[in-house]
Each structure stands twice: as structure tokens, then as C-alpha cells.
């Protein structure tokens, strides 16, 4: 696999990661909006679920992304250090402006914000520099 | 603010001395990752860095650094005899 093609396969399980994380809030949001828990909607969300998990592992785990952007900045050089630096100065950027659509949402809708939202926001929080990282630095 | 770019001879000072990166990262302090992007002049180090690795080398700064494209050191060592 050359360099260009790592580089895509990354983007897109960026991609597939962010959607399937998006996918398990929005199912489990609107079977608990509907009330209907059954086998379906067990496996649905699983399922969703599951993509995360299983890309997650592939897209941080095995480039080390993860590991990178959770290190203390005095194990990082200054080429990492300033990497990481802007990563999590764009990443939390973009996370403050979705966190109050987020809430604004919730807010006009009035409705009550579920664990399985602040779970999520967790994640991405977590998630964001990582993503940011792999992104624009490859 | 935009930087210039820095070219270096830090891969042929490298060789010369059958350095690996690997080696040289540790002798600098920084990630041997962190060395590749300097030899591919894709990163320019802060003055720290340029001092630590023209220690490692024992030649000045502007022997290692420059801010034009480093001459063939054939070409120098002519232009010094001249």
C-alpha cells in the first residue's frame, strides 16, 4: 500500500468512524423517543456500535494516534509538541462550536439531554485532536 | 506569520559520520521521526535544535542551516581554494 492510499484508507475510516458514532446517538435516541426496545433495535444499535469499535481500533489504534495526542507534552519533542499543539487548538475549536449547536438543539426541541449525548460529546472531546492530527498532518 | 524555509546538510553530515537516525535522535533529543523531517527540510527546528545538532556535528550554525539552498560540498571546498 503506498503512501497516498494509507493516507485516503485513514480519511475514510475517520469518516466511517465519526458516522457510526453519530448513527449509535441517533438510534438510541430515537428508540428511546419511540419507546420500542426489541431485537431490531438491539442489533441496529449494536451494529452501529460494533463499526465504531471495530474503526476506532483501526484508524487510532494501530496508527498510534491515539497514544500520540495522550502522551504528556514532556515526552513529546518539539515537532510533536507543536503537532499535537495545533491539532487540539483547531479540535477544540470545532468541538465548542458543535457542542452548542448541540445544546441549542436539545434546547429548542426541549428535550432532555440522555447519557448516551455526554457519552458521546466525552468521546469526541477525545477524539477530536486525534482526528484533527490524521487529517490535516497525515 | 509565515516562516522561510531552512535547508539543512544534516542527512549528508549523518552519513558521513555512519550515523543512524536513530542515533542521532537520541544524541538531539528528539524522535527519530522528528530527524527525517528535518533531513527532508519539511520541518524547521527552533534555535535549541539547531544548536544541539551543529554540537553533535562540532561545526557552526551556518555550515549545518541555511536559508538558501545549500551548495554541493564539492563546490564550497572549490570556492574556498579560489
Known sequence: ?138 | MDSRKLYNRIALLRRERSMSRKKLAEKIGVNFQTVGYLEREEYNPSLDLAFRVSEIFGLPLEYIFSTSPMKPMSQELFDLKK
Open chain 1, 1 to 138: 500500500m503506498n503512501q497516498n492510499e494509507k493516507k485516503t484508507g485513514i480519511k475514510t475510516g475517520l469518516v466511517i468512524n465519526f458516522l457510526s458514532l453519530i448513527c449509535t446517538v441517533v438510534l438510541f435516541e430515537y428508540y428511546r423517543y419511540i419507546d420500542d426496545w426489541n431485537l431490531i433495535s438491539i442489533i441496529a444499535v449494536s451494529s452501529a456500535l460494533f463499526v465504531f469499535l471495530l474503526s476506532f481500533y483501526l484508524v487510532y489504534g494501530r496508527t498510534g494516534a491515539w497514544r500520540q495526542t495522550h502522551r504528556p507534552f514532556s515526552k513529546l519533542d518539539e515537532r510533536e509538541a507543536g503537532l499535537i499543539y495545533e491539532s487540539l487548538r483547531i479540535a477544540y475549536s470545532v468541538f465548542a462550536i458543535l457542542a452548542l449547536i448541540i445544546l441549542l438543539v436539545y434546547a429548542v426541541s426541549l428535550w432532555p439531554v440522555s447519557i448516551i449525548i455526554f457519552a458521546a460529546m466525552l468521546i469526541i472531546a477525545h477524539l477530536m485532536p486525534a482526528s484533527v492530527m490524521l487529517w490535516k498532518f497525515n
